[in-house]
């Protein structure tokens, strides 16, 4: 029952995101942002922490070290058993309020053994990674 709900859940997540605002900024490929965001939960999945930070946008790789993503995420994908698939996607556009900076959001359910994870992941113009969040 708790695995409906946390899907359930995250489709409702990502429909809200597709109805708001899906389209992407101009600059942006939806593939090539997709793909991005798949290779960084590969690298999440293989707990290539080192790779997921080398991901990260100049300015941001001392914010986030490796060493705090694998405390930080660690027990939880421990938790969630192996990697299966992901379910669904959805991709829309934000700007930053403070900077007019405009990002790509990726949003993918990941469905795997023992229940399902979603991960927020934001993009710069050169697909430099500036936002991760797995719920």
């Known amino acids: 029952m708790k695995k409906v709900l946390i899907f359930f859940l995250a489709l409702c997540l990502m429909f809200g995101l597709s109805g708001c605002g899906a389209s992407l900024p101009d600059g942006f490929e939806e593939e090539s942002v997709l793909n991005a965001a798949k290779a960084t939960v590969e690298k999440i999945n293989a ?21 705090q993503l694998e405390e930080a995420w660690d027990a939880r994908l421990e938790e969630l058993g192996e990697f299966e698939e992901i379910r669904d996607s ?3 556009g934000t700007k930053d309020q403070s900077t007019g900076e405009e990002y790509a959001v990726v949003v993918l359910a990941c ?17 430099a990674l500036v936002g991760l969040y797995m719920k």
């Open 90 to 92: 959805a991709l829309k």
């Open 47 to 67: 707990l290539d922490y080192e790779g997921v930070t080398s991901e990260l946008r100049e300015d941001l790789k001392e914010a986030i070290t490796s060493q």
């Open 111 to 127: 469905a795997y053994e023992n229940g399902t994870a979603i991960y927020t992941l934001s993009y710069d113009q050169e697909l």
